[in-house]
């Protein structure tokens, strides 16, 4: 893949989102988008570090709802699964991915490869990932960078000290200068990344 054409499929990407951005409060929870513009000055900076890997950096948004950032993280990572608890929410995916890669298309632009894998389940239960090591071949300890919009972030925090790799990373968007912390394990790696005042990221201790 031509790599200067990356960030400006990115661009278009976040522009097309942008246009069906969402907030609300549901009744399985709150949904809001990330807002893609700002997220790539954050790929940026892990990319800059390091921490994103085509051959290898397996990246997991436990609350995918239409799977926009694993578009995203898909040109940067080997595998972009998303989990969803809300299957209406999740086939928005389709429709939206149809529309985009027609987009992109006409731009002569990148689309994203065939390394996006979203599910429907609930993040916090087992066998959510006995399903997703089955169709994906990866379980929650081979993931490298874990995601989420503050969703959960506390639940979810404790369940990557218990049961991550050591090293794996945790970034965790919508919150800005006062970061929660997730236990003695796990320790701030860049309070505001991409310096856009949106994410913080986290690490497993080694
Ligand atoms: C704040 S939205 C973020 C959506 C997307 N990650 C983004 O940044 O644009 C959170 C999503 O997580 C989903 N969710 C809530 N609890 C969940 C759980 N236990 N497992 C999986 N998904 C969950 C919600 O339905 C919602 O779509």
Redesign the pocket.
Known sequence: METNLLFPALKAIAAFFDGCK?GYQ?T???????DLFKFIHCIRELRTLGFLDKDSTVFT??????G??NIFMSYFVRQSI?????SE?LNEYTLRRKGLDGLLRQAGLPLPPGNIFLFN?????PE?YKRMGEETGVGFADVDIF??????HDVFGEKIAAEARPGALYLV??FNRILPRYGEKMEIVLPDVGSQGIAALYRKKE
Do not use: P, Q
Request: include cysteine; hydrophobic fraction near 25%.
């Open positions: 969402v549901g399985k929870g709150y949904r809001k988008s990330t948004d436990l609350g995918c709802a239409d926009r950032v998303g989990i969803e608890i809300d929410i389940g609930n993040s916090i239960d959510t995601y989420t919009y503050i969703t959960l968007y919508g």
